[in-house]
């Protein structure tokens, strides 16, 4: 029987076991949107996930969205990375970077020269952003138009080498959470005309552009995505998630990425939406490749997982912040730290890289 501690093989990645740490939203970038030190020595003390999924960085000065979150797409930033994945390596562990691009979620404040955010539409989403002024109304986008695509997907492109060049196992692309690839893949935002709107074969072209640029990159077996079905976040649902995300799913199988990681539910809430279902194991059983899941695991669950087979791995978000020794934990069903939720953005070592292992 295989359970949660047994190593897998992702792609071209080696996994020591089955046990994740999902990306995670820290806000705590250096000057030059870079990670410094501090989140070296976090990165270095989570090692022992099989798999560490460092947090969404902007693949473009454009797909910012929040203050201080660290990007890949400059030189500086890659040598930054670099001490990060030689300190997890150091550890003997695996990481991969999320590529990111916030689209409409974004202010004119952390923009370059004072831009508007682009997006699949000009419509202002009904949400906030973390700026140097604390939390604000998202700005009124853009459309991006057509002939601006192949630019967008060059910047893809460019941040996937860059992340292989600063030393990452591989990339997670973003395609979940209501940011810029959902904002194209679903028809409660995307209110476009021509080749990226209207029909869903239309709505999932930027995305199945962007696997086809970054694997052309880097390889498929160092590619993994992430979705999420059925989170509003920012964007009601689709009109019909379990036709859209299936034909997403459809789609992705053939190139045979890494992993396909789901967010089952709502992110960072109910897993179970009122009186919505949704089928994970129709598009697991299309997809055929490594299967990882997320959203508010307990150990019991995860174990259970696992074990009957419905999931190849299990990402941990908040329990990875306040236990940076989490697979330890879970192998002998100790108790976990309390996470400090006022210290999950911005701010420096505190709720960061202070919280205590088993040994200590
Ligand atoms: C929390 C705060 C800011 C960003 C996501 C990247 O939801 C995020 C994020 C989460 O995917």
Redesign the pocket.
């Given at each position: 029987m295989t359970t949660l501690f047994d190593p897998i093989q992702l792609g071209d990645i080696a996994l020591a076991n089955r046990i994740a740490m999902a990306?995670?939203?820290r806000?705590r970038a250096v000057e030059g949107n870079k990670p410094g030190p501090m989140t070296v020595e976090y990165y270095r003390q989570r090692a022992t996930a099989g798999l560490i999924i460092a947090?969404?960085s902007p693949i473009s000065p454009t797909a910012q969205?929040?203050l201080d979150?660290p990007g890949i797409w400059n030189d500086e930033q890659v040598a930054a990375w670099q001490s990060v994945t030689q300190a997890v390596h150091a550890e003997g562990g695996k990481i991969v970077l999320?590529l990111?691009h916030?689209g409409r979620?974004s202010h004119t404040s952390l923009l370059p020269d004072g831009e508007v955010p682009v997006s699949s539409t000009d419509q202002v989403a009904n949400a906030s952003?973390?700026t140097r002024d604390g939390f604000v109304p998202v700005s009124q986008p853009r459309a991006l138009r057509d002939d601006e695509i192949p630019g967008l997907i060059e910047d893809y492109r460019r941040a996937a080498r860059n992340a292989i060049a600063a030393g990452f196992d591989g990339v997670e692309i973003?395609a979940?959470?209501?940011?810029l690839i959902e904002q194209f893949l679903r028809d409660s935002v995307n209110d476009r005309s021509g080749p990226y709107g209207g029909s869903i074969e239309n709505r999932a072209r930027l995305l199945l552009e962007v696997v086809q640029a970054v694997t052309g990159e880097i390889g498929a077996g160092r590619t993994g995505i992430?979705l999420?079905p059925m989170?509003t976040?920012t964007a009601p649902l689709d009109s019909n998630p379990q036709a859209l995300y299936g034909y997403v799913v459809e789609q992705l199988a053939p190139f045979g990425l890494a992993y396909l990681h789901v967010i089952e539910g709502e992110?960072?809430g109910t897993r179970t939406p009122d009186g919505k279902p949704f089928d994970y194991a129709a598009l697991r059983r299309t997809f055929k490749g490594p299967w990882m899941v997320n959203n508010g695991y307990s150990r019991d669950l995860a174990l259970q997982t696992v074990a009957d087979g419905q999931a190849d791995l299990v990402a941990f978000g908040r329990p990875f912040i306040s236990n940076p020794d989490l697979v330890r934990r879970l192998r002998d069903g100790a108790t976990l730290n309390e996470l400090r939720a006022d210290k999950?953005?911005g701010g420096g070592a505190e709720g960061y890289i202070d919280y205590p292992t088993l040994a200590a």
């Open positions: 990306p995670l939203t806000n947090e969404a969205g929040y979150t999320q990111w916030v979620i952003t973390f973003h979940a959470n209501t940011y992430r999420s989170t976040f992110t960072g999950l953005y």
